[in-house]
């Protein structure tokens, strides 16, 4: 059975799905904010969560004046710790 809908996006079901991604977004950044300093300022720079665009392992490497491999260890470690913080909220 096929369901049809002629709703457009911009009514009730779309909203929905907006109010969603908007809620989620909220919950990943509180999660960002708790996690420790170093994890947080490289996630943040590696994603562009500052608003500022998303910037390389080399130029994340160049600000905390780290090597890229220290970089891509603490960006995984962090993204470990956000996982299990958000583990079944998204």
């Known amino acids: ?9 911009s009514e009730p079901a779309g909203q929905l799905g907006g109010m969603l991604d908007a809620e989620r ?22 994603f562009g969560l500052d608003g500022e665009g998303e910037r390389t392992l080399q130029e994340v490497a160049g600000i905390i004046r780290r090597s890229k491999e220290r970089v891509r260890q ?5 993204l470990d ?8 909220f998204i």
């Open 74 to 78: 603490i960006e995984a470690e962090g």
């Open 25 to 46: 977004s909220q919950v990943v950044s509180e999660a960002v904010q708790l996690l420790p300093p170093a994890a947080r300022a490289v996630l943040v720079m590696r």
């Open 1 to 9: 059975m096929k369901v049809r809908s002629d709703r457009p996006d």
């Open 81 to 88: 710790l956000l996982r299990a913080m958000l583990e079944g």
